[in-house]
């Protein structure tokens, strides 16, 4: 009877180690594939070879390192790539060229309509000057008080020159008449016109010497004015080349200035013979 429970003991035994070994078996299967499929991530042609000893049971401290390498050596390898990916895009910032904009016609487009400005402003002071010869345009600054609107008068009445002492202004409001008679005398012109049924004649005097002299003063200060005006042009257009130095070719900077420089005799110029006619005019 005992026998008999050893036996039946000894074959459980038997059983549960068949189980077990299976089971093991299976196991270390299973965590080979795994293995396998993580191989090519790890690099190393050996690992098959190294994963078949460790099915056997036999387990290396290189197999360990494969299967789990080290965190600073993953640290490692992240920072060299994210140094190489840098790189490379620094690389290529840097290979790409950047066309800058001509700023050129820009900057001399804008200092021509500022001088241009200037002498149009010193026109119409010089046309506001009274010399000893009938011009059209020397009343257009007189403004004219209308009672419920005040306006130039070239915009209610047509100047003309009857000649070269004489002006007629007609008003395209005939009702205008008596105001714009009143505007024209108020104005420090020193002329009386006449009403000549729906128009005003205005016969101008010679004027005195010291009249001339004055007058001649006033032209000089306009001249002066107007330089003032093409100057500060020249200047702003010089500050803006002056930012461009660190971005352009030296080359490009000064053919620039001297055009600048070229704009500013020429205009310069344009005023000082303005000045000089409007002298001539008033003291023949």
Same mark, same amino acid.
Request: include cysteine; proline fraction near 5%; charge should be positive.
């Given at each position: 009877?005992?026998? @008999?429970?050893?036996? @039946? ?23 080979? $594939?795994? &293995? ?27 197999t ?20 190489? +990916? ?11 060229? #950047?066309? &800058? ?12 309509? @500022? ?9 119409g ?6 010399? +000893?010869?009938?011009?059209? +345009? ?5 403004? $004219?008080d209308?009672?419920? $609107?005040k ?5 209610i009445? #047509? /100047?003309? #020159? ?6 007629? $202004? ?6 205008? &008449? ?6 024209? /005398?108020?104005?420090?012109? +020193? &002329? ?10 205005? #016969?101008? %005097? ?12 006033? /032209? ?28 352009? %070719? ?35």
């Amino acid at each position: 009877m005992e026998t @008999q429970i050893l036996r @039946q003991k000894a074959s459980i035994s038997f059983n549960e180690s068949i189980a077990m070994a299976i089971f093991l078996r299976c196991a270390f299967l299973y965590r080979n $594939v795994l &293995l396998l499929r993580t191989s090519t991530l790890c690099g190393h042609r050996d690992l098959s070879h190294r994963l078949i000893s460790s099915s056997n049971g036999v387990f290396s401290p290189d197999t360990h390192k494969i299967l789990f390498p080290p965190a600073v050596d993953f640290l490692r390898d992240s920072r060299r790539g994210f140094a190489k +990916g840098r790189k490379s895009k620094d690389d290529s910032a840097s290979s790409t060229v #950047v066309e &800058l904009p001509d700023m050129g016609p820009t900057i001399k487009s804008n200092a021509t309509a @500022q001088m241009n400005s200037a002498i149009t402003a010193l026109s119409g002071e010089l046309s506001k000057l009274r010399s +000893g010869r009938a011009s059209s +345009g020397m009343l257009d600054h007189i403004i $004219v008080d209308l009672g419920d $609107v005040k306006l130039p008068l070239n915009q209610i009445a #047509v /100047v003309s #020159v009857i000649d070269s002492k004489t002006l007629s $202004v007609n008003p395209f409001d005939p009702t205008a &008449l008596k105001n714009l008679e009143k505007a024209i /005398v108020s104005s420090p012109l +020193g &002329l009386n016109p006449n009403v000549d049924s729906d128009r005003l004649i205005a #016969v101008i %005097p010679p004027l005195t010497e010291e009249l001339t002299e004055a007058v001649c003063k006033v /032209v000089t200060k306009s001249c002066e004015d107007a330089r003032q005006s093409i100057r500060r042009a020249r200047q702003r257009a010089m500050d803006a080349i002056k930012k461009m130095k660190s971005s352009y %070719p030296k080359d490009d900077i000064k053919r620039l200035e001297k055009e600048v420089e070229e704009l500013t005799k020429k205009f310069i110029k344009t005023a000082e013979d303005q000045c000089k006619a409007k002298e001539k005019e008033i003291k023949s």
